[in-house]
């Protein structure tokens, strides 16, 4: 593995704006990969699940740079300059990419810019990954991540008249002593150039890409 530092060790003091959690959002592996034996954590419902209760409950508007999507109304939302987490289940720590934290993150240029490993510009041509060190896996601290070839590429609608370079790229969690793989993931990746958005999931959250593809703008 590559060696890899976190641009940003946690997002201490973000600011809430919903109430509380009120279901889970089921994580996935990655398409047509098999979890590893120790995936337990890492496999669940699948973009196509039925609503959850908190979807049930209603559904609330989350601005980010002109950008309005409709989420169920029992997702939070952490805020940091130009970091937006949509946490849609159990989340200790809503810290950059906490192990164990569902939801999917929403950034803006100032984030972008040092998104690609090394700390260069994020173009959609490699993973988001401002890092330079082995970062955790997204289900557990105790094994690293490796995100290798992409599994699907293709252009995404985001709303009218926004269309977005849709990438997912495909993720191992392996021991940190001999390269073992415990579980699979997908990280998909939804790149807005033009609006300097960048939409990233690692838990394959349900129905985001109906969310995305039903977002209005201002």
Known sequence: MRKRSFVLAALAGVTVLAAPVTASAAAGAAPGAASG??????????????????QAAGTRTVSF?????RVPSGWQVHRQGDW???QTGRCDRPAYFAPGCKGFWVLGPKAIKYGRE????????????????????PFSAK???????PTAVGLRRVGPGHTAKYVSWF???????????????????????????LVVDV???????KVLKNATWS
Not at 37 to 54: F, K, L, W
């Open 143 to 149: 094994t690293g991540q490796v995100l290798g070839k």
């Open 37 to 54: 034996a120790a995936s337990g954590a890492a496999s669940g419902a699948a973009e196509t699940s039925g609503p959850t209760a908190a």
């Open 65 to 69: 740079r002109g950008m309005r999507l």
């Open 171 to 197: 993720g191992r969690c392996v021991t940190h002593q001999g390269g073992r793989q415990t579980a699979t993931f997908a990280q998909r990746e939804w790149f807005l150039p033009t609006s300097k958005i």
């Open 118 to 137: 090394g700390f260069g510009p994020y173009s959609g041509e490699q993973p988001f990954y401002p890092a330079s060190d082995v970062q955790s896996c």
């Open 84 to 86: 937006m987490l949509v």
């Open 203 to 209: 838990w394959n959250t349900p129905g985001l890409s």
